[in-house]
């Protein structure tokens, strides 16, 4: 299998329009790949806290049509990263959009964990609630966004639906990149899975990003790691791993808390 990971640089400067132009033609560039993935918010920036309002857009809205359409050409799955979308009944969500290789859309997945504290995007979005896994025919992919990759019992989720690799965009900044890493080979070990964790270039808002996105395998081993600047990681992994990895190491199978309701004294 192979996946495509566009580290897309998100500047100040460029007009979200012209990123949506820029992020389809890498796309297309991928045909051939399996899974083409890009990352959170990068239409606006995960910091351009700002913009999320003014720039937020339907489900169906101008990223989804162009998002699709790329898909489509290139003929391969793309996680088209993440875009603040404005739900018609509530408030404003981190949404992920998943297409086929026909550009159907096949899941939709609103960020769980919000990152900010009191303020950002934990106070300017809502919070989804539903665990995403998507069938692709060589793995089937888990859905996580940027802050929720230090949750691992989301994960852990993900796992029991069936997921095998684990997919996360984000918009991660460069002075906590160190934990990106260390988060994305945890995640991979614990849950004997790939990780595949697609982040930014650039400036978002004045936050450096930490770019460095990164594949990792079932044994929490680097696959293939970006630099800090725009770029596209290509790595091929066999996704069969993950079974020969669970049955060489069968600690999932060792599993106690979690599996059930504690007994009652």
């Not at 007009?15 to 820029?22: F, G, K």
């Not at 995403?132 to 852990?156: I, Q």
Request: aromatic residues 8%; charged residues 25%.
């Amino acid at each position: 299998m192979r996946a495509s990971v566009i580290q897309i640089a998100v500047d100040e400067g460029e007009s979200v329009e012209s990123r949506r132009r820029r992020a389809a033609s890498m796309v297309r560039e991928q045909a051939g790949a399996d899974l083409v993935v890009l990352p959170e918010l990068w239409t606006t920036g995960a910091f351009a806290y700002e913009e999320f309002g003014q720039e937020a857009e339907p489900l169906e809205g101008p990223t989804y049509e162009v998002m699709a359409k790329a898909a489509s050409d290139a003929g391969v799955w793309l996680h088209a990263g993440s875009i603040p979308e404005r739900d018609p009944d509530g408030p404003l969500y981190n949404t992920s959009l998943v297409f086929s290789p026909s550009g159907d859309l096949a899941a939709v997945y609103r960020k769980i964990h919000r990152f900010g504290f009191d303020k950002g995007e934990a106070v300017l979005m809502g919070a989804g609630a539903e665990l995403v896994t998507v069938r692709l025919p060589a793995t089937t992919l888990g859905l996580g966004t940027c802050y929720d990759l230090r949750f691992p019992e989301l994960f852990r989720g993900l796992v029991d639906a069936g997921a095998e690799t684990l997919v996360v965009p984000a918009g991660w900044p460069e002075r906590r990149r160190t934990h990106w890493t260390l988060l994305a080979q945890a995640r991979a070990v614990e849950n004997q899975t790939f990780v595949v964790a697609c982040g930014t270039a650039g400036t978002h808002a004045g936050v450096p990003q930490a770019g460095h996105s990164i594949v990792v395998d079932p044994w929490g081993e680097v696959l293939a790691e970006a630099g800090a600047g725009e770029e596209v990681l290509t790595v091929d992994f066999d996704p069969g791993k993950v079974a020969t990895t669970r049955e060489q190491f069968p600690a999932l199978k060792d599993r106690v808390l979690g599996l059930q309701p504690p007994r009652r004294p």
